[in-house]
């Protein structure tokens, strides 16, 4: 509705009125909106169910807490999967189909006029990579190679309009020995898995290492840190979360059970040369372990116990 902003302003000069706006977009709140409320409202980020939520919903299942996180780790926590989980699953792709219709073909593509085919190749790229560090020129350049020629200055303006639309994060890299963010390859997570999976289809459930990195991130966000990705010398640790505490580090595993895979997931988080807290989150059903001050933790016991 042309001009909404001023209505939404001669509302909010009312006595004893409460204005609440929602929206699926960053861009709700830029240009004239932002500038008749400056200063005069708070903005509440959402996300889809944590797992204590999604599984608080599931009280009388016969499940176990194991095998609902699986179900979490491929359908994802919109609100709707519940109800559609509990009475008929087999609609579940099409609430999704919905919301991601809603999102990318009714909101950035109707807003950005893009080409659809491109965006899709875009968006999918970085879905099936997840938790890995990409750029515009690596995604432009495999796009290319494929027919959908499209250049790297397009490439970035569909990231800035997933990003708007809230359907990806972007993690920064950051030096932990500098205590500076670097330039360079970002790591991007869903807001969903279920729409990852929509979109990719079975191929989505080949990773499940990166899938359990981008629940771990996503729950990060809920706790009200901001997180980066660490870089300490040559080697990475997948979360760095800061508040007003300091820092906390994560490193993101499915098992340590080999050897050699412990001691490759410790040795960034022994090297940050600080005194920080350290957590090593994997699926094993092992106890809560400690080495040399690195936690290690289930991730169902860390998401369900704050």
Not at 68 to 92: R, V
Not at 228 to 233: A, F, L, P, T
Not at 283 to 299: R, S
Request: proline letters at 2%; glycine letters at 6%.
């Amino acid at each position: 509705m042309d001009k909404f902003q001023k209505a939404v302003d001669s509302l909010y000069i009312k006595k004893n009125v409460d204005v609440y706006i929602t929206g699926s977009n960053a861009y709700l709140l830029s240009g004239e909106l932002a500038t008749l409320l400056s200063g005069r409202y708070v903005e509440i980020k959402m996300l889809p169910l944590s797992f204590k939520e999604y599984l608080s919903a599931f009280s009388n299942s016969n499940k176990s807490r194991y095998e609902h996180f699986l179900d979490y780790m491929q359908n994802g926590g919109m609100p709707g999967n519940i109800t559609i989980l509990k009475n008929n699953p087999d609609d579940l792709d099409m609430y999704l189909e919905g919301i991601f219709s809603t999102i990318v073909y009714k909101d950035i593509i109707t807003r950005n006029k893009t080409s659809k085919m491109v965006l899709e190749g875009v968006l999918k790229y970085i879905f099936d990579c997840v938790g890995s560090p990409i750029s515009a020129k690596k995604i432009s350049d495999t796009l290319t190679s494929k027919g959908m020629a499209t250049s790297n200055h397009t490439v970035e303006n569909y990231i800035t309009a997933f990003l708007e639309s809230f359907l990806i994060y972007k993690a920064e890299r950051f030096d932990v020995k500098g205590k500076n963010l670097l330039a360079r390859e970002y790591k991007y997570y869903v807001v969903d898995q279920g729409l990852r999976s929509y979109l990719l289809g079975k191929k989505a459930n080949s990773d499940m290492g990166h899938i359990l990195e981008n629940i771990v991130y996503l729950e990060l966000l809920r706790r009200g840190y901001k997180v980066y990705v660490g870089k300490v010398n040559d080697l990475e640790i997948d979360f760095v979360a800061s508040n007003k505490e300091g820092l906390k580090y994560y490193q993101v595993a499915l098992s340590v059970r080999d050897k050699k895979v412990l001691e490759r997931e410790l040795k960034s988080l022994e090297k940050t040369g600080d005194y920080y807290p350290k957590y090593l989150i994997t699926m094993d059903m092992d106890l809560e372990a400690d080495y040399n001050g690195i936690t290690k933790i289930n991730v169902i016991d860390w998401l369900l116990n704050k």
